[in-house]
């Protein structure tokens, strides 16, 4: 199996200010795009943090072959 790279990005910010969230773009060696979707997570640093881990282990869920 190829080496893989996870992309993902993190920032705090007042949940009370965020209006729109959109993906980010991705440009690949072939001259492809792809694209990141971007989650949201709110509530204290200890829920922040819990629902980062559940993300994170739901998200390998979905590629069993790695």
């Known amino acids: 199996m190829a080496n ?3 992309v993902y990005g993190m920032r705090l910010l007042p ?3 965020i209006t729109e969230i959109g993906d980010a773009p991705i ?3 072939n001259g492809n795009q ?5 989650h949201l997570l709110e509530g204290s ?6 629902q980062l881990r559940q993300s994170l282990e739901a998200f390998f ?6």
């Open 4 to 6: 893989l790279a996870l």
């Open 15 to 17: 949940s009370d200010e």
């Open 27 to 29: 440009q690949l060696k």
């Open 34 to 38: 792809a694209r990141v979707t971007m």
């Open 45 to 50: 640093k200890e829920e922040i943090e819990r």
């Open 61 to 66: 869920d979905f590629y069993p072959e790695i």
